[in-house]
């Protein structure tokens, strides 16, 4: 059972561009993880949230963790080719054990 | 900050034999190590979880006679793909837990 739904599965824009990729849960996490991949390697972490509601920014992308601490976005504003990859969501179940969402793959054309 | 090294990166084998995957903490130690597998522009599934000193606990449906787990050190964690199957091929990827995850760069294994 995937317990972290995350839209778009694909998603494919032009650079200068933003977008939002969203990840939801009928399930409660302690805290919320989100994550890049690029092909071939293991996924680098961007960010970890943890209270309801809570907004954080690195540079060009906005997170925000939901007030229930069961949905989570991630903004990214004016998208560069750099930003291209597999944004994966992750959430805790506890004692580290993250589940993963199912993954939004990004592409931006230059 | 925190490496967590995985090898090999890539590793071809015949159908039947075994294949081992090492997953080592470089400068911290892991008393945990989770390992998961990703198949092509799939997300990450969790495979198992690994204890230091004791057996790995494992995921619903993941076999633990053929994904042989050992953590038999706080830096070292394996995981042994027996009588693989071409099936078995995918990306296996491990993680410790410190704040957050931190990856390994993951294996791809082809069974041919």
């Known amino acids: 059972t995937q317990l972290l739904e995350q839209s778009p599965q694909f998603l494919s824009i032009q650079e200068g561009e933003n977008l939002t990729v969203y990840c939801n849960s009928s399930?409660?996490?302690?805290?919320l993880q989100w994550y890049r991949q690029e092909p071939g390697e293991g996924p680098v972490l961007l960010v970890t949230?943890?209270?309801?509601?809570e907004v954080k920014k690195l540079k060009r992308l906005t997170f925000q963790f939901g007030d229930a601490r069961k949905d989570s976005s991630l903004h990214i504003t004016a998208a560069q080719p750099g930003d291209t990859g597999l944004y994966l969501c992750?959430?805790?179940?506890?004692?580290?054990?993250?589940?993963f969402g199912t993954g939004t793959r990004l592409k931006v054309l230059a | 900050g925190a490496v967590v090294s995985q090898h090999p990166s890539w590793v071809i084998c015949k159908s039947g034999t075994s294949v081992k995957i090492e997953c080592r903490s470089l400068?911290?130690?892991?008393?945990?190590m989770f390992w998961y597998r990703q198949f092509p522009k799939q997300s990450l599934m969790l495979m198992a979880t690994?204890?230091?000193?004791?057996?790995?606990?494992?995921e619903q449906g993941v076999e633990k006679d053929k994904f042989l787990i050992n953590h038999a050190s706080l830096t070292l964690s394996t995981l042994t793909v027996t009588s693989a199957h071409p099936e078995d091929s995918s990306f296996y990827i491990c993680?410790?837990?410190?704040?957050?995850?931190?990856f390994g760069s993951g294996t791809r294994l082809t069974v041919v």
């Open positions: 993680s410790a837990a410190t704040d957050g995850y931190t």
């Open positions: 949230v943890v209270t309801g509601g």
């Open positions: 400068d911290f130690q892991a008393t945990t």
């Open positions: 690994s204890n230091e000193g004791s057996k790995a606990t494992y």
């Open positions: 992750a959430g805790d179940r506890g004692t580290y054990k993250y589940i």
């Open positions: 399930s409660v996490f302690s805290s």
